[in-house]
């Protein structure tokens, strides 16, 4: 099924590109100064590639700068968030592969805006 639904985040926004039963595909733009939650999933695993700007990303407490074209793998349940640290937008393609990809699978470790 193809879909272009977009959401509003407070770090920036994200379009769903394709929702299929086994993969989700978004492309997930960070503004300037924005982070996600560092968080995990249960159900899911998610590739990162990089395709705009400089991402700095923790995986598991190791962080490290991303630039277009590199790619970070997340394994289900593995504690990650992505944070853009420049003057210009960051943008990554996602895949999930998984059993279930909504956004409650979403375990919230640390949130800068409060959310659970």
């Known amino acids: 099924m193809i879909s272009i639904e977009s959401e509003e985040r407070p770090w920036g926004r994200f379009f769903v590109l394709h929702d299929e039963p086994t993969y989700k595909l978004k492309r997930i733009e ?3 100064g924005g982070r996600l939650s560092y968080q ?3 159900k899911r695993s998610e590739a990162w590639t990089i395709v705009e ?3 700095t ?3 598991d407490g190791e962080v490290k700068e991303y630039t277009a074209g590199q ?3 997340i394994p289900q349940g593995v504690k990650h968030r992505i944070e ?3 003057s210009e937008k960051v943008v ?3 895949v999930q ?3 279930y990809f909504g956004e409650d699978d979403i375990v919230r470790i640390q949130d800068d805006y409060n959310r659970t």
């Open 92 to 94: 990554f393609i996602e």
């Open 40 to 42: 995990y999933h249960h």
């Open 57 to 59: 990303i923790t995986l």
């Open 30 to 32: 960070v503004d300037s």
């Open 71 to 73: 790619t970070v793998l």
């Open 97 to 99: 592969t998984g059993t």
């Open 84 to 86: 853009n640290k420049t």
């Open 53 to 55: 700007g400089v991402g």
